[in-house]
Each structure stands twice: as structure tokens, then as C-alpha cells.
């Protein structure tokens, strides 16, 4: 079974600094994704961003980059000229590969990271 | 696209209740997944079907959780009897090979058992 742990509960930052999210997670596999979800108030899962783990190259979406290191299992989430839209709840996630049996594509949650944007 | 529609929003019910929560995937995505969110244990899966298939329900608390997906435009978690502990955020997510395999949310049901 797979396990993702984000250390930080919670983190604050400047409004228009860099933040970085920790993220590591603990497979045998070697075919799998790894995403990061965002969850504002509203409730909403919001995909910010996703990583295949057979590409070297970090995947990047705008403000958002990722710090992907395959031998350490680390995969870490940085949000660059932060804004106040960016508060919000964001987890890590990672999903299998291959075959439809049980464990396959199905998302493996971290517990989450608070992240507060301050004016 | 209308997204994964999710209903209800809301739902408060007394212990020992049936509750149904419903969900219509994306148009042309085969694979649903129905995860519960609490602050103890978090996001978790709890059944995922493909193709109307369900695939792994290794989630599913008890017995008294039930998954079905009748056709590919729909899909209902029903919780009967319902219990305090059931309390959560339940959400209902879609996605397809051709979208990459990402995993496309609703807006989740809140659940209340009192």
C-alpha cells in the first residue's frame, strides 16, 4: 500500500512571496502520478497540478512548480508571487498505474497543509 | 461541460435514516470514484467503478454502505441505516484514460447524522 505524508499542517506566507509545500510518499511501484489538490473554502477539489513519474523534467502550471525527486520519494509544491486566492487546503496525492485491479488509479490522500495567503 | 454534478449538497438526517447521495460523471468518463473526507481520517477512497464496473470497494465501511452505478451517466451511495459517525464531506470524482487520468471532483454532499 502506498503512503503520502505532507509534515506541515499548517504555513503562512507574504502575499506576492514564495511558499514551498513538503510532500514524500512511500511506494514499491514504479509506474504512478502524483498530483497536488487544492480545496479553498468553498469546498471544492481543485487540481493545481500533476507529475509523471517516468518524466525527469518538473512539471509546471503558471505560479505553480514542483520539485519532483524520484529516489527520495519527494515531491514538493512551490507557489511563486503568492496571492490571496491561493488560501486554501492543499493536499498531495499519488495513484498507481497499471492493470484494474484493487489500488490501481485510485487517489492516495495526504492529511493536508494549510496554506494562508497574508495581505 | 457541466463538470461532476453532485447532489445533495447538503443533507441532514436522523440515526437510523437512509440516506442516498448521487452523482452524474463527466460525459465520456468510464472510471467513478466516491471518497469521504473527515478530519480524523481525512480524504479516502471508499469504491471505484470503471466501465459501470465497480473495481475495488475495499473502502466501504460496512454493510451498511452500498455503491451502484446503473448506467454510465449515474451513480448513488446509499447509507442505510445511517449513524452519527457517518458525519462527512462525501465526494464524488470522474475521469477517463483520455483525460489523462485525472481525477475530476464534485462539489461534495455534506452529511449531517444527528
Known amino acids: 500500500a502506498q503512503t503520502v505524508t505532507q509534515s506541515q499542517p499548517e504555513m503562512s506566507v507574504q502575499e506576492a512571496e514564495t511558499v514551498t509545500l513538503s510532500c514524500t510518499y512511500d511506494t514499491s511501484e514504479n509506474n504512478y502520478y502524483l498530483f497536488w489538490y487544492k480545496q479553498p473554502p468553498s469546498r471544492q477539489m481543485i487540481l493545481v497540478i500533476r507529475?509523471?513519474?517516468?518524466?525527469?523534467q518538473n512539471a509546471t502550471e503558471n505560479r505553480f512548480s514542483v520539485n519532483f525527486q524520484k529516489a527520495a520519494k519527494s515531491f514538493s509544491l512551490k507557489i511563486s508571487d503568492s496571492q490571496l486566492g491561493d488560501t486554501a487546503m492543499y493536499f498531495c496525492?499519488?495513484?498507481?498505474?497499471?492493470?484494474?485491479?484493487?489500488?490501481?488509479?485510485?487517489?492516495?490522500f495526504g492529511k493536508g497543509t494549510k496554506l494562508s495567503v497574508i495581505p | 461541460d457541466a463538470g461532476v454534478i453532485q447532489s445533495p449538497r447538503h443533507e441532514v438526517t436522523e440515526m437510523g435514516q437512509e440516506v442516498t447521495l448521487r452523482c452524474k460523471p463527466i460525459s465520456g468518463h468510464n472510471s467513478l470514484f466516491w471518497y469521504r473526507q473527515t478530519m480524523m481520517r481525512g480524504l479516502e477512497l471508499l469504491i471505484y467503478?470503471?466501465?459501470?464496473?465497480?473495481?475495488?470497494d475495499s473502502g466501504m465501511p460496512e454493510d451498511r454502505f452500498s455503491a451502484k452505478m446503473p448506467n454510465a451517466s449515474f451513480s448513488t451511495l446509499k447509507i442505510q441505516p445511517s449513524e452519527p459517525r457517518d458525519s462527512a464531506v462525501y465526494f464524488c470524482?470522474?475521469?477517463?484514460?483520455?483525460?489523462?487520468?485525472?481525477?475530476?471532483f464534485g462539489a461534495g454532499t455534506r452529511l449531517s447524522v444527528l
Open positions: 496525492a499519488f495513484m498507481k498505474l497499471g492493470g484494474s485491479g484493487a489500488g490501481s488509479y485510485q487517489l492516495t
Open positions: 467503478f470503471n466501465n459501470n464496473v465497480p473495481i475495488d
Open positions: 507529475q509523471e513519474a517516468y518524466k525527469q
Open positions: 470524482a470522474s475521469s477517463s484514460r483520455r483525460s489523462k487520468n485525472i481525477q475530476y
